[in-house]
Each structure stands twice: as structure tokens, then as C-alpha cells.
């Protein structure tokens, strides 16, 4: 692909490029969790498969409710926040990222439909647990994000934070909280 948009050039014709590329594209998600690239294309068997990881995983962290996620995954484990406290690592600068159009966002949902799926079940079941959690839920994260903020500032300040390389932050972090 030698286009500047790589993204609306594969998805204009995704045949062309899936025989040349030596990894599953599709679902990855669902391949990832033990299905074939054939079998996350079959309805009932990627339903199925998300009833039978909902019975049998206690809890899934979603990217997009990280923060969220890892509060539930705290009151499961019986941890202290200062066990879930965390620096993103990996996340790209806004000049790599990809402006979608509507249309390649829509063809992308439809590419992976089943891992869409597979991620609306869960929120769902991260809502629900939420629910659960009670009314203190959200004063609790909003205590959690505030420390998280603190320790990031007092650690490595706000300064070095985008130029920090992965695995020195997570280092100068928990040398942080130790000391």
C-alpha cells in the first residue's frame, strides 16, 4: 500500500490484502481468545464462545473504561488503589493518528463484527457491575483518578511525561510508591 490513508485504501478492498498478510486481520480479539479466522465469522459459534469466556473469566478490562475496569478488578481482589495505580504506555501522538470518515469507521465495525460484539457483551457486563459496585462507584473513581494524577505528577512530573520511555516510567513509578 503506498497511499498516505492506509486505512481507507485497505478497507476499500480488504481481499486484496488479507492473502499477502501472514497474521489473522479479522476479529483479532476473538482469534486471540482460541477461535479460528473462519470460526469468528460464524454467529453462533463467537456467541457462544463470549457466553462460555463470560463464565468462565471473573472480570474483563476494557481500554476504553480502563479506569473502571481496574476498580472492579480492585473490590474482586481485595486490593489497595495504590495496587491498580498505572502509566499508559504505548499510546501514539496525535500525528499518527488516522482521521476516520464515517463510512471506513462503519466498514471497520463490519470487519470485526464479532470482536464488536465480543466488546459490547462486555460492557455491558462491566456496567453491570458497576451497578452493583453502588452509589460509591463514581466517588471512588473520581478518588482514584485524583491519586493517580498525584502520583504521576509527584513521580515523574508533568513535564517528562510525554518524552518517558516504556518500562522506565513503570519503573520510576513503583520506585516512587516504594520509597
Known sequence: MSTKDQISEFLRNPQQYTNT???NNRNGQLFDLGLSSTQTLDEE??????????????????????????LI??????????DILYMSNGIRSDNRRSNLTSTDKDKILEWNKSDLNLYLYFKKVL???IRQYGPCFKYH????????????EKCIGKEQFPTCIEGECHRVLHSCLEG
Open 21 to 23: 498478510i501472514p497474521w
Open 45 to 70: 459459534m463467537v456467541n457462544e464462545t463470549i457466553k462460555t469466556l463470560h463464565k468462565e473469566i471473573d472480570v474483563v478490562l476494557i481500554t476504553a473504561y480502563f479506569d473502571e475496569s481496574l
Open 73 to 82: 478488578l480492585r473490590d474482586l481482589l481485595c486490593w489497595s488503589v495504590n
Open 127 to 129: 456496567f453491570n457491575k
Open 141 to 152: 473513581l473520581q478518588e482514584f483518578l485524583k491519586l493517580q494524577n498525584e502520583t504521576l
